[in-house]
């Protein structure tokens, strides 16, 4: 289940209601201590980073033991998330599971809780840049090969995408965030639109304004989304917008 960007106001009532019944909670530690309102005098599991199949597995043994339980993700489970490492352990495990409004008797049930993803709560707080195709882009390579990361980010620039790309940079991954910027250069301009947003929702938000030829210049960490604008995006005020077209369609 998808808790939001981090503040428990961005919550949806499904994952409210859902934390309020279940016999127990697993999930990274940070994402439990962020929603520690929400549950407490709840029995929790919490596992550290890069444990996700540790989390799975808890989830998964829990309810074969016929405790109900949330699988927290942090944004949306479904997106950079633990929804499909759940389905791919049960149909790996061959254990019979049904979706909750299927109906079907026997095997787990499961329900993908949605929250609000990193990407719409970043943009929520940059204006509308979004508002035209975009792709989205993780620029870590612990699961995916750095080559093909490569060709995603030369694909989605050549397309005229905007590009919304999750995990920046760490202290262990410096340079892939400029390789990233060096790519999108050869497609667009430099003073293409750029917004880092850093803790969306969260008490350590930050939000930062920038362009495509300064973006290795803004403080970025794991915590950011850098919103790298199209051919038609620009910055209004203190605010980045992508135009849909409507301008071209009706007089406005």
């Not at 870590?140 to 750095?146: A, F, R, Y």
């Not at 209004?236 to 009706?250: A, E, H, N, V």
Request: aromatic fraction near 6%; charge should be negative; proline fraction near 4%.
């Amino acid at each position: 289940m998808g808790t939001g960007p981090g503040n428990e106001f961005h919550m949806s009532g499904r994952a409210r209601e859902v934390l309020g019944f279940v016999d127990i909670v697993v999930g990274y530690k940070t994402y439990l201590e962020i929603i520690e309102p929400v549950i407490q005098g709840k029995k929790t599991l919490a596992t550290g980073m890069t444990k996700e199949v540790d989390r799975v597995e808890a989830a998964i043994d829990a309810a074969l033991n016929g405790q109900s339980c949330a699988l927290v993700s942090g944004g949306d489970p479904g997106v950079y998330a633990m929804a499909g490492l759940v389905l791919e352990i049960l149909a790996t495990r061959k254990i019979a599971c049904n979706s909750c409004d299927a109906g079907a008797e026997g095997g787990l049930s499961v329900e993908v809780v949605p929250g609000i993803p990193a990407l719409c709560a970043g943009a929520a707080l940059l204006g509308a840049p979004l508002t035209h195709d975009f792709a989205a882009i993780s620029l870590s390579d612990l699961l995916t090969p750095w080559d093909l990361i490569e060709k995603r980010i030369a694909a989605a620039a050549s397309a005229d995408f905007v590009i919304a790309i999750y995990n920046p940079k760490s202290k262990k991954r410096d340079w892939q965030l400029n390789r990233a910027r060096e790519i999108i250069l050869e497609h667009r301009g430099g003073t293409t639109p750029v917004g880092v947003v850093t803790g969306a929702m969260r008490e350590n938000q930050r939000i930062q304004l920038s362009s495509l030829q300064d973006l290795d210049k803004a403080d970025v960490g794991m915590q950011s989304i850098v919103f790298i604008g199209n051919s038609s995006t620009f910055i209004y005020g203190d605010l980045m917008i992508t135009p849909r077209g409507y301008s071209k369609k009706y007089d406005i």
